[in-house]
């Protein structure tokens, strides 16, 4: 391997899937502020995902369903249909 090409702040980092609560390390220059003491007592800096391979449909199978931050609502709020004015316009 050729030397020097990674960054000075590589290092190994946590990673935490939120919505199975699974924990893995790997190598990352993301900087966080939180970090964990793994299993072997090291303190690692924690990064914190959404979903990951052990939650994703695709890898495990199963579809769940994830709404976060209300994106659905805000979504059927914006391009829901109308039909309330449209009726009673019709109506008359």
Do not use: C, Q
Request: hydrophobic fraction near 30%.
């Amino acid at each position: 391997m050729k030397k020097d090409i990674h960054p000075a702040n590589y290092r190994f980092v946590a990673f935490k899937d939120m919505s199975n609560n699974d924990v893995f390390i790997g190598k990352s220059t993301v900087n966080t502020r939180e970090t964990i003491i793994w299993e072997d007592g090291k303190e690692y800096p924690l990064v914190k995902l959404e979903i990951t391979n052990t939650s994703h449909p695709f890898y495990t199978g199963k579809v769940k369903f994830i709404d976060t931050a209300g994106r659905i609502d805000k979504f059927n709020k914006k391009y829901g249909k109308k039909t309330t004015v449209a009726t009673e316009e019709e109506a008359e």
